[in-house]
């Protein structure tokens, strides 16, 4: 073997153990962090690991649009994107801007129900998907893992769900003490009249 072939050979042989592997060990260490995935073991998260889908984004393009069938759930791996939802005017206005880590979606892991908001990339973003056919591809593999996906989906949604009654109650309460101050602002109202007409 000549030098050069030599020389070529270790070239070849750094890049190839420094491609391969430090990619997955990333995307698994930012799963790990996802409340959806964060009870897996290492070998389950090397396995949705093995299954997500990755993709750039341009930023101004759409990631989905409100109305579309939800498929699955997104992690920005880098960039940042912007939730917005359309009113019913026409306007557009975005409820939120999520960056590296954050994740959004997951709801569409369970149900297939339109899309409640649209999700716009704000700059050049990597994200990071996980679909309805990847977790049921888990779960007639490896049930035990996908029993603890979809246990963790529902614990997630029940906190929303207690969370969003527990927020109702709280301004069902303002509303209705705007409502006796504005009867009892009224009661004052029709007294003072009543008085002066006597």
Do not use: C, W
């Not at 997955?24 to 790990?32: D, N, T, V």
């Not at 908001?117 to 704000?122: R, T, Y």
């Not at 997630?156 to 003490?177: D, H, K, Q, W, Y």
Request: glycine share 8%; proline share 3%.
């Amino acid at each position: 073997m000549t030098q050069s072939e030599k020389s070529m050979g270790k070239d070849f042989a750094f890049k190839d153990v420094f491609k391969s592997k430090i990619k997955p060990a990333s995307i698994e260490e930012m799963l790990s962090k996802i409340p959806v995935f964060e009870k897996l073991e290492v070998k389950e998260l090397r396995q949705v690991a093995g299954i997500v889908h990755r993709r750039q984004y341009a930023k101004g393009e759409y990631v989905f649009y409100q109305g579309d069938p939800g498929l699955g759930m997104y992690v920005v791996e880098k960039g940042k994107v912007g939730i917005v939802v359309v009113a019913n005017d026409g306007a557009q206005k975005e409820i939120t801007e999520l960056t590296n880590g954050d994740f959004f979606g997951e709801i569409a892991l369970l149900d297939e129900s339109a899309r409640s908001a649209s999700v716009i990339v704000k700059e050049d973003s990597e994200l990071i998907g996980f679909f309805r056919p990847d977790l049921f591809d888990i779960i007639e593999k490896t049930p035990k893992t996908g029993l603890k996906i979809v246990v963790k989906l529902a614990e997630m949604i029940g906190e929303r769900l207690r969370n969003m009654n527990s927020e109702f109650s709280r301004l069902r309460a303002e509303l209705e003490t705007v409502k006796q101050s504005k009867e009892a602002g009224n009661e004052k109202a029709f007294s003072k009249k009543k008085n002066s007409k006597s």
